[in-house]
């Protein structure tokens, strides 16, 4: 560390504002340490009005922080898994669980704007216009390296890098597995002949899954797909898209009758090989991105964030971001996240084909679920609190 530079000292230094690194910054708030968010962008007000699928678990974290948005979400209360052309199906219900609801529906700015607001009554520094430029993991703490209009260094106990920064996690975090799927996102909003009353679908092709996510009046759409085809169905007018969608999809939802905000993202696995390097630890989508198939990611980096703090808690001002810190992360997060990237990778691989094979054992797969009730009801509760969740 060089003397003749004046640093700024803090416990935490959290990299990356949006959810999960909010909702971690927001969890070590009371915990007596001097922890500061630090923010690339001039303002934390998100501008994306994309929506996210939260579980129940998920919520239950949140209410915890005080950071539920109270309003302007939609209930899951339903989900209809099915496996076109074929006989294989089950239905997950809220009531069968004896929960509120699956999960909920709401607009990414909407939960970004309601843990602003949770921070702004916390002693959580943050600093907006301070993008990190580079972080130096060294003995007894992490250097961090932060550009902009107003350049300076920081030294943290412990620093967290969470949400985006795809360049700077890519210089401190070697990825485990990387790969590009070959599907293509294409999420929109439609409204249909029948009511949703709080059911979801998930609905696998040969091509990749369909998500309806109920939302307000109307539905999320999330039609996975080749770049090509999902090229074309960007171009087509809307009443040529909601004809395709009706072929495609079916009619359990009734009759497709308007679609708009139609957009597209590519869909790609990657995986760091190692959580944490001293005093640096990485979670959310600097951990992992996923697939969008039953809506594990972003769930899953607010576990992250859950037992990211638990830790701390555990460990308090004393040994932040030493080994014996680490190891106790890296073992709550081992189980959690091994079944969420690989469930969520399982699902895209092998309900994304027609091999006779594959088509049979997936088959049976959803019959055995939706026979078998107790089968069900942990396959659920996996999928809404995680595996830590479970064995709890």
């Known amino acids: ?30 915990f007596g340490l001097k922890v500061v968010l630090l923010e690339a962008r001039d303002h934390l007000h998100a501008d994306e009005k994309r929506t996210l699928a939260l579980s129940q678990g998920s919520r239950d974290i949140l ?4 950071a539920w948005p109270s309003t302007a979400t939609t209930s899951i209360k339903k989900i209809h898994v099915t496996d076109k052309g074929h006989c294989g199906q089950t239905l997950l219900t809220a009531d ?55 350049p300076r260094k920081m030294i943290a106990s412990l620093a967290i ?34 009511a949703h009353e709080g059911m979801a679908y998930e609905r696998f092709t040969a091509d990749g899954p369909v998500a309806l996510l109920p939302f307000e009046d109307h539905y999320a759409l999330v039609w996975t797909g080749t770049q090509e085809r999902v090229t074309e169905l960007l171009a087509l007018p809307d009443e040529s898209f909601l004809t395709a969608l009706q072929s495609h999809f079916g009619y359990r939802s009734g009759q497709f009758l308007t679609v708009k905000a139609r957009n597209s993202y590519p869909l790609t696995l990657k995986v760091v090989e190692s959580l944490t390097k001293p005093h640096l ?18 769930n899953l980096g607010l576990r992250d964030a859950k037992a990211l703090t638990e830790v701390v808690r555990q460990f308090s001002a004393k040994g932040l971001g030493d080994v014996a810190f680490n190891q106790a992360y890296q073992q709550r997060r081992r189980f959690d996240r091994i079944f969420g990237i690989g469930l ?5 691989t092998g309900f994304s084909n027609n091999f006779p094979v594959v088509t049979k054992l997936r088959n049976q797969v959803l019959f055995g679920i939706n026979v078998v009730p107790p089968l069900r009801r942990l396959l659920t509760k996996v999928m809404l609190y995680g595996v830590t969740g479970v064995l709890k």
Request: glycine letters at 10%; proline letters at 3%; aromatic letters at 6%.
């Open 63 to 66: 209410e915890n922080i005080h």
């Open 161 to 194: 890098l969470a949400d985006g920064g795809k360049q700077l996690t890519a210089s401190l975090f070697k990825n485990k597995y990387e790969s590009v799927y070959k599907q293509v996102a294409l999420v929109a909003h439609v409204t249909c002949s029948k």
């Open 344 to 348: 969520t990778h399982l699902l895209v």
């Open 281 to 298: 630890i990485c979670i959310g989508n600097a951990a992992q991105t996923m697939h969008p198939v039953a809506g594990q990611g972003f």
């Open 96 to 150: 069968e669980m004896g929960l509120p609801a699956l999960g909920y529906v709401l607009k990414y700015n909407v939960l970004v704007d309601t843990l602003l607001q949770a921070l702004n009554n916390t002693s959580v520094n943050i600093e907006t216009s301070s993008p990190v430029v580079q972080v130096t993991s060294g003995e007894g703490f992490a250097e961090i390296d932060i550009g902009g209009e107003r």
């Open 1 to 30: 560390m060089d003397e003749s530079v004046t640093w700024d000292k803090v416990d935490i230094a959290v990299i990356g504002a949006g959810p999960v690194g909010s909702a971690v910054a927001l969890g070590l708030s009371g």
